[in-house]
Every structure is written in C-alpha cells, then in structure tokens.
C-alpha cells in the first residue's frame, strides 16, 4: 500500500472534493496505514477538516503534528494504538471513538478525559458529568496530595542557596518518590494517576523553584505490573482517600458449637430443585429484577446497574487493564503497629476435635475486598464463587503438580474477575464485564504462534457466569481475545480437560454440559471455537470432574436430582447422550436414593471421590472404580455408590457451599455457614484404602472428623462487625501453601500454611 496522496484524500473525502482545504468529511479506514503513512505536512492542508475516520488501520500511534485546528469527530476504532497523549493536539475533538485496540486501558480513557477539554462522548458514551470530575475534583486532590508530599519529606533537603545540580537532583527524587507514593483513586486507575501525579510535580517544581516545564507530557515510564508501591501515609489516611475499608482483626474465642444457623435454607423437594434454581443465584438469572429487601444468607447480592457505577468502563472496558498492580487498593488492612503490638493481623484460634489432631499451623495473610461494584467500600453483598490458581509455564502443563502452580490464583463473583497474589496480596489485574455476574473460572495452557513463526505456551483463562457466554482472556496479554456463545442460560461451572488443552466442559441451567474446542488463536487472535458433545442432564448441573484415570472417556456431574456419569469418548457417532450411570447414596433414614442435590464434588485421588449432598453433617468419601464396576456390562444405570467414609461437617441446611481437596496432600476442605474451613487429613485412610487393590474394604464406621477448623475471625469494617459469613468456596493450590477463602461477603481471604 502507497502511502496517503493529495488524489487520495481528494477522492476519499465524503463528499468528494477538489481541493483539500474544502474538506470537511474524511474516510481513510480500511487502507492498512500505519503511523508512518500521516505525512504531517499533507494533513496540515486540511484546514477545515472536521470528521475523520481512521478505523481498521494498523496504526500504532498518532504523530505530534498533524495539524488538523477544526477536528471534531475522531474514529479510531480497530488500530493498534499503545497511546493517546497526542490526541492533545486537537484541542476542539468532542467524539472520540477508539475501541478495539488492545493494548489501551481504562487508564487511557482518564488520561484524554484530561487532556481534551471538549469532548463529551467517548466511544458512544457521554463521559461530560466523569471528565468534569477529572479535570477539576481528582486535579484538586492529587495536587494536594503533591504539594502534602513536598512540604513533608522535600522541602527541609533543599537550603536557602542551591545550584542547578542541587535541584536537579532533589526534582529527580522527588518525582520519583511522588509518583509512588502519592496514591488516590482504585488500583484499576493506578496508571493514570502516577501519569497526573508527575504532570502535577512538574508544574508545581516549575513554580516553586523556577525550573523550566517540560510542556509535552509524554507517557511515563510504567512501574513494572508486580512492583509493590510503598505509602507515606497512614493506613487510616490512605483508606479513606482511596475507598478502601478498614478492618480491625482480633482473636476470635473458641466455639465449638455446632448449632444450627437461625437462617437457614429449607431443603426443596424434587419438584421443587426443578423449578427453582441455586436460591443463591437465582435472582441472577431471572429476567425482572425483585423488589429491594434485606439481604438473608441464602439470597444473593442485588446487582448494581450500569449507571450505579462509580467506575465503568467504556464500551472496550472488557480489555484487562495494562499494570493494574496495588495491594492497597482493596484490600482490608488490620491496625498499626503503634496501636497493637501484633499490627493487627489475626491469630488463628483452630478448633480440635477430641478425636482430630491439629497437623497445621496456619495464618491469615490478607483479606481482600476487590470485587465490589464501582469500587465501593460499602459492598459487602457481592457473592465470590469460584477462583483456581494458575499454572506454571516453565513447568510443563501437565507435570508435577507440587511444582505446576504459581502463587497466582484467579477469583470470580459480581461481574469481574481478579488475579491477586498470594504472597503480597496484590491484585494484579482485573477484568470487568458490566451486568455479567461470573461463576466460574479455569485455566489452560495453550501453545500459540507468535512473531516470525515462533511458537510459545501461553496461559489463558476461561471465564463463564450469568449471561451464558465463556469469556477467554490472555492473560500475559491483558486481553480478552474471545467468546463462546456457550448456552442460552447462566454457565454454572466450567473446567479443562487435563489431556486436551483445547476441550473445554461447560455446565449450564439449561440441564446441558457441552463440550467445546476452543480452537488456538493465531497471531491476530482469530480462532474457530466448535462444539464437540452435548451432554444432556436430568436436573442443573452444579459441579463436573473428570475421572483422573479416563479423563477422555468418563465425565461425573453433581447435580440439582443426583450424581451422575456420561461417556465422553469422542470416537462415538453420537453427539448428544444421556447420562451412562446414576449413584445411590444413603439418605437421613439410611434409605438408598438417586434424588438428593450434590453441590460438591471433587476427585481426592485417581479413584476416591468426595462429594456433598442429601445427609446433613456429612461429607461421603466413595470408590469410583468399585462402584462403576458393578454396573458391568449390562444395561444397569442406577448404581449404590462404594463409600469408604463419612466426614463430619457443620450440621447446617444451607447449600451450595462447595468443597475442593489437595490431592498431592491427601486434604479435603470446606466451607461453612459461619466462616470457618474444615480442614481433613486423609493421608492414613488413602494409604489403606489403596493397598486394599480392588478388594472390598470395611467401610469406616465412625464419621472422620477434621484434624482443624480454621475460623473466622472477627473483622471490623467501617465500625461494624462482619457477620452471616458464608464460605462458598476454599481452595489451595497444589503444594497446600495457601489456602484461599471466597465468601458471601465479597472478601477474598488468604490464608498461609507456616
């Protein structure tokens, strides 16, 4: 492609022209034109040029000097723009479009909010009422904020009489220093706000000490995403500057009660699973909204509409935002030294069992709440539901998995997904998804081509919820590059095949798990995601897992009616079957029954399952090999689970609090309706149970209790005391180093093994 002539833009010029100063309406989208090919001084002949469309160009930046005075309207749509600081040069721009360009952030949408003074829509939304906001509130506040930091750390280092390297040198640190600790804002706007900050510090040194100001504020040097900024402030002060909430940690008294929670869910009858779904979830799913009432444990959080947020992002808001790295920014701190000698963090008071043994010491790193809707520290509805730690690139997929795991784990719930570390209790990115409300997340790891034919692994998450549509993110690129229309109602739980990188299970409320191959994307991301298999189920499929010894041919589900198996092997001609097996287990009578809600399900090793339903207090460990085995060959669907055990869990009610193990540990966990984590080591019975070798072991009469309860303990926010915690989901990655805690109370907890 030539690059832009005079004949070109005469003739791309709506309507046609003859002469370039006439020129009023401009279309040069879909020329493949890079930056290279907007010759400043033929784009300076454009005097009266008031709209121009530049979209599906390969453009990766604009130059400084295109010189168009009467610009008005500005398409950028589908470039791959890495900056919008030159837009500054059209000072009268009042739309401004620019979607669809990957490697742009909320970040960027502050930052031209700033620097055009005029505009009033941005990509179709009319930000007038937020860019006022930027322009004078957040200035006021930073500069504040500045002028704060240099009369408190800078001012005494500079003496009466100082030479040019003299203040050389102090302007050096002190725009070093302002920009990392000067904080204001939520973390997903950390980049904007160090880019404010440094313009600030550059024109207040500039008046205070006469230096000259650098008028072309060129995009700063980015902290790297995992460097940790360090606050001057106090943690009171920062918090309330930041919407962040303050909690205050004490010990929390031992309490071995099990008494039944005053609220509890009623247990639905068959007919009753088939109309009504997860009563946790439901009012997610229907269509009209409910009236507002008080907030029970079994009802969801009221979901905000998009004019409710404080912060939405424009129309290309589902991108991952570049550097969105704060561990202030939302997570709920304990006090200072000063005020307790323990700084605040909470002591863990476990429970013992009589008959249990406390085999771990561990403690609570972080308490996160960086789920809320528009960033508010007033959230304490929004429901975490699913979060699983990502895997180690340089470690192979499918290796070890002692060591196929990072301190990396991606969380789910209200209508945004986070990636926190657990170590330092950062939240490194953050994807967000106006009116989505997601359930479920998984990783895999993918092998993709990249520049000049090369190849590289790559990780990519996969993220599903209320809307039904499987959202696939790059997470290395900090982009979405993808969806799957999956089903036509919410997406209750996804999950890989540890096998096939590319196969993708989906478990839906339309009473179907499908499985998909999500395709490999190309260097551009195009990809060709098909559907594979559609399994078809009697009641709402709640939690899937692969039978680790087959996992290409055998599938189990806990569902609303039952638990329940299918064959998946793709080598069969049949792409929707029905369920191959049925299991029994005992009901509170000791009946035999097939309908009962299982809303936990997990594999502890390649053969024992453990799994939660009908019997209140109790966790069954069964035999898959044992029982499918009874089946044969015949044509026997209804099978009598093998149970090798019972656990003792919380004698409450209340569903849909789900349960995970640590296979490489032998551990079981779950949560309960009071915040606390049942912890179960099973090392010594799996050890029998396998040196058994198909032989009919004695079930274990006695329930198992846990060898520790982990509690929750008592947290402060904004002077009230956290109650009605529920623990939705607990997990720990592979090594059994952390232990991550997702309740009903939109808090991430942390826990450490020490």
């Given at each position: 492609?030539?690059?832009?002539?005079?004949?070109?833009?005469?003739?791309r010029?709506v309507?046609?022209?003859?002469?370039?100063?006439?020129?009023?309406?401009?279309?040069?989208?879909?020329?493949?034109?890079?930056?290279?090919?907007?010759?400043p001084?033929?784009?300076?002949?454009?005097?009266?040029?008031?709209?121009?469309?530049l979209?599906?160009?390969?453009?990766?930046?604009?130059?400084n000097?295109?010189?168009?005075?009467?610009?008005?309207?500005?398409n950028?749509?589908?470039n791959?723009?890495?900056?919008v600081?030159?837009?500054?040069?059209?000072?009268?721009?009042?739309?401004?479009?620019?979607?669809?360009?990957?490697?742009?952030?909320?970040?960027?949408?502050?930052?031209?909010?700033?620097?055009?003074q005029?505009?009033?829509?941005?990509?179709?939304?009319?930000?007038?009422?937020?860019?006022?906001?930027?322009?004078?509130?957040?200035?006021?506040?930073?500069?504040?904020?500045?002028?704060?930091?240099?009369?408190?750390?800078?001012?005494?280092?500079?003496?009466?009489?100082?030479?040019?390297?003299?203040?050389?040198?102090?302007?050096?640190?002190?725009?070093?220093?302002?920009?990392?600790?000067?904080?204001?804002?939520?973390?997903?706007?950390?980049?904007?706000?160090?880019?404010?900050?440094?313009?600030?510090?550059e024109?207040?040194?500039?008046?205070?000490?006469?230096?000259?100001?650098?008028?072309?504020?060129?995009?700063?040097?980015?902290?790297?995403?995992?460097?940790?900024?360090?606050?001057?402030?106090?943690?009171?002060?920062?918090?309330?500057?930041?919407?962040q909430?303050?909690?205050?940690?004490?010990?929390?008294?031992?309490?071995?009660?099990?008494?039944?929670?005053?609220?509890?869910?009623?247990?639905?009858?068959?007919?009753?699973?088939?109309?009504?779904?997860?009563?946790r979830?439901?009012?997610?799913?229907?269509?009209?909204?409910?009236p507002?009432?008080?907030?029970?444990?079994?009802?969801?959080?009221?979901?905000?509409?998009?004019?409710?947020?404080?912060?939405?992002?424009?129309?290309?808001?589902?991108?991952?935002?570049?550097?969105?790295?704060n561990?202030?920014?939302s997570?709920?701190?304990?006090?200072?030294?000063?005020?307790?000698?323990?700084?605040?963090?909470?002591?863990?008071?476990p429970?013992?069992?009589?008959?249990?043994?406390?085999?771990?010491?561990?403690?609570?790193?972080?308490?996160?709440?960086?789920?809320?809707?528009?960033?508010?520290?007033e959230?304490?509805?929004?429901?975490?539901?699913?979060?699983?730690?990502?895997?180690?690139?340089?470690?192979?997929?499918?290796?070890?998995?002692?060591?196929?795991?990072?301190?990396?784990?991606?969380?789910?719930?209200?209508?945004?997904v986070?990636?926190?570390?657990?170590?330092?209790?950062?939240?490194?990115?953050?994807?967000k998804?106006?009116?989505?409300?997601?359930f479920?997340?998984?990783?895999?790891?993918?092998?993709?081509?990249?520049?000049?034919?090369?190849?590289?692994?790559?990780?990519?998450?996969?993220?599903?919820?209320?809307?039904?549509?499987?959202?696939l993110?790059?997470?290395?690129a900090?982009?979405?590059?993808?969806?799957?229309?999956?089903?036509?109602?919410?997406?209750?739980?996804?999950?890989?095949?540890?096998?096939?990188?590319?196969?993708?299970?989906?478990?839906?409320?339309?009473?179907?798990?499908?499985?998909?191959?999500?395709?490999?994307?190309?260097?551009?991301?195009?990809?060709?995601?098909?559907?594979?298999?559609?399994?078809?189920?009697?009641?709402?499929?709640?939690?899937?897992?692969?039978?680790?010894?087959?996992?290409?041919q055998?599938?189990?589900?806990?569902?609303?009616?039952?638990?329940?198996?299918?064959n998946?092997?793709?080598?069969?001609?049949?792409?929707?079957?029905?369920?191959?097996?049925t299991?029994?287990?005992?009901?509170?009578?000791?009946?035999?029954?097939t309908?009962?809600?299982?809303d936990?399900?997990?594999?502890l090793?390649?053969?024992?399952?453990?799994s939660?339903?009908?019997?209140?207090?109790?966790?069954?460990?069964?035999?898959?090999?044992?029982?499918?085995?009874?089946?044969?060959?015949?044509?026997?669907?209804?099978?009598?689970?093998?149970?090798?055990?019972?656990?003792?869990?919380?004698?409450?009610?209340?569903s849909?609090?789900?349960?995970?193990?640590?296979?490489?540990?032998?551990?079981?966990f779950?949560?309960?309706?009071?915040?606390?984590v049942?912890?179960?080591?099973?090392?010594?019975?799996?050890?029998?149970?396998?040196?058994?070798?198909?032989?009919?072991?004695?079930?274990?009469?006695?329930r198992?209790?846990?060898?520790?309860i982990?509690?929750?303990?008592?947290?402060?926010?904004?002077?009230?005391?956290?109650?009605?915690?529920?623990?939705n989901?607990?997990?720990?990655?592979?090594?059994?180093?952390?232990?991550?805690?997702?309740?009903?109370?939109?808090?991430?907890?942390?826990?450490?093994?020490?």
């Amino acid at each position: 492609m030539s690059k832009i002539t005079t004949e070109l833009l005469l003739e791309r010029a709506v309507p046609r022209s003859t002469r370039l100063r006439k020129i009023e309406t401009l279309n040069l989208s879909k020329l493949q034109l890079k930056t290279g090919d907007l010759d400043p001084r033929l784009f300076s002949r454009l005097r009266h040029l008031q709209k121009l469309d530049l979209s599906d160009n390969l453009l990766d930046k604009f130059p400084n000097s295109l010189t168009l005075p009467d610009l008005r309207v500005l398409n950028c749509n589908n470039n791959k723009l890495e900056d919008v600081t030159a837009l500054k040069q059209f000072p009268l721009l009042e739309e401004l479009t620019y979607e669809n360009n990957v490697y742009l952030t909320l970040n960027d949408d502050y930052k031209v909010m700033f620097l055009l003074q005029n505009l009033r829509l941005l990509n179709g939304k009319d930000i007038t009422k937020l860019a006022k906001h930027v322009r004078h509130v957040n200035s006021r506040k930073l500069t504040s904020k500045v002028t704060a930091h240099w009369e408190k750390f800078f001012r005494d280092q500079l003496p009466e009489k100082y030479t040019a390297e003299q203040v050389k040198s102090i302007k050096k640190k002190f725009l070093k220093s302002v920009q990392t600790n000067v904080v204001y804002g939520p973390s997903s706007l950390s980049e904007f706000t160090r880019w404010r900050v440094k313009m600030i510090a550059e024109e207040f040194l500039a008046y205070s000490l006469g230096l000259e100001l650098n008028s072309d504020p060129e995009p700063e040097e980015k902290m790297d995403e995992n460097e940790e900024e360090e606050s001057t402030e106090s943690p009171r002060e920062d918090a309330e500057d930041k919407g962040q909430v303050t909690v205050t940690a004490r010990k929390r008294k031992r309490n071995r009660s099990k008494t039944r929670s005053r609220k509890k869910r009623s247990k639905a009858s068959p007919t009753e699973k088939e109309a009504v779904v997860n009563p946790r979830k439901s009012r997610h799913v229907q269509d009209e909204p409910a009236p507002q009432k008080p907030r029970t444990p079994n009802q969801p959080a009221k979901e905000a509409t998009p004019e409710q947020e404080a912060e939405e992002t424009p129309k290309n808001g589902e991108q991952l935002p570049k550097g969105q790295s704060n561990r202030r920014s939302s997570q709920l701190t304990g006090e200072q030294k000063s005020q307790e000698q323990d700084n605040g963090v909470v002591t863990l008071t476990p429970v013992k069992s009589s008959k249990g043994k406390e085999d771990v010491s561990a403690e609570p790193l972080h308490f996160l709440q960086c789920h809320s809707k528009g960033n508010s520290r007033e959230d304490f509805k929004t429901q975490l539901w699913s979060c699983v730690f990502e895997p180690l690139l340089d470690s192979g997929a499918r290796k070890d998995p002692i060591v196929n795991s990072s301190r990396t784990v991606a969380t789910c719930g209200g209508e945004s997904v986070c990636l926190i570390d657990c170590e330092t209790g950062t939240v490194l990115k953050k994807y967000k998804v106006t009116a989505e409300e997601f359930f479920s997340v998984a990783w895999t790891t993918l092998t993709m081509v990249i520049s000049d034919s090369r190849k590289k692994s790559h990780n990519i998450l996969a993220a599903a919820g209320r809307r039904g549509i499987v959202k696939l993110i790059h997470v290395a690129a900090d982009f979405c590059y993808g969806e799957i229309k999956a089903h036509k109602k919410p997406i209750a739980t996804v999950c890989f095949s540890p096998t096939r990188e590319t196969h993708l299970f989906t478990a839906s409320y339309d009473k179907r798990i499908a499985l998909w191959d999500i395709g490999i994307p190309d260097s551009d991301y195009n990809f060709k995601a098909s559907q594979l298999l559609v399994l078809e189920v009697l009641s709402i499929p709640l939690r899937i897992a692969l039978v680790p010894t087959c996992p290409d041919q055998y599938l189990l589900a806990g569902c609303e009616g039952g638990c329940f198996a299918w064959n998946i092997k793709l080598d069969k001609e049949q792409k929707t079957r029905s369920f191959e097996a049925t299991f029994q287990f005992p009901d509170e009578d000791g009946s035999l029954t097939t309908l009962h809600r299982v809303d936990g399900l997990a594999f502890l090793n390649d053969d024992v399952v453990v799994s939660k339903s009908s019997k209140p207090g109790c966790i069954y460990l069964w035999s898959w090999s044992r029982s499918f085995d009874t089946k044969g060959k015949g044509c026997q669907r209804t099978i009598a689970a093998v149970i090798l055990a019972e656990l003792e869990w919380s004698t409450t009610d209340m569903s849909y609090l789900t349960l995970s193990t640590c296979p490489a540990k032998d551990y079981v966990f779950c949560g309960d309706e009071k915040g606390s984590v049942w912890m179960y080591n099973l090392s010594s019975y799996t050890t029998v149970w396998s040196s058994a070798k198909g032989k009919r072991f004695p079930f274990q009469e006695k329930r198992i209790p846990p060898a520790q309860i982990l509690q929750w303990p008592e947290l402060r926010a904004n002077g009230e005391q956290l109650t009605e915690v529920l623990v939705n989901n607990v997990v720990s990655d592979p090594a059994f180093t952390y232990l991550v805690v997702l309740t009903s109370v939109n808090i991430t907890a942390i826990w450490k093994k020490s």
